[in-house]
């Protein structure tokens, strides 16, 4: 029936799971198989060779286990792909609303400042004609004060003067009053 395991070509492929998973895993299998086709016996006259069925199909098992374990993490990366796209897209969606919002806000906002420069400036004109016209009438004012004083002091010196000189003509009068 089976020939001695030492005569067997496939005694040195190793049959076990490769402890690693997915492309690796499957490369691994691939290359024992190929491995396997490149050691086999060759059917005399032909390019075909003999496998050891056992092997072979302990292989193709494992290529089975892989497989599926690949198309999973193919899937799950498809999965997370799709799930982190959608999420960019959400951000970007985020983003995009809070720069138009913020940018009528911007754009009212400075309406609204631009409104308020204007009306602070005719305030400003106005109070600044206020403060010259009030000036202009404290000026008017002080400037009467003023003249006032001023034309009180001139009657003042005036007074003094006139009292003065009819002081001194009081004392010539007197002088020439005494020595005659």
Known sequence: MDAPRQNRPSENFDVEPHPEEGTAEILYVLDQLEDMVGVSKRVPFSNKVMVEEEFFLDLVEQLRIAIPTEVRQAQRVVRDRERIIAEAQMEASRIIEAAR????????????????????????????????????EIDVY??????LVAQAVQDSLDIVDRALHETLSEIDRARNSVGR
């Open 101 to 136: 919002s913020r940018a009528e806000y911007l754009i009212s906002e400075n309406g609204i400042l631009n409104e308020a420069r204007q009306r602070a400036e005719q305030l400003l004109e106005q109070v600044e004609d206020r403060k010259k016209r009030e000036l202009g």
């Open 142 to 147: 002080a400037m009467e004060q003023f003249n």
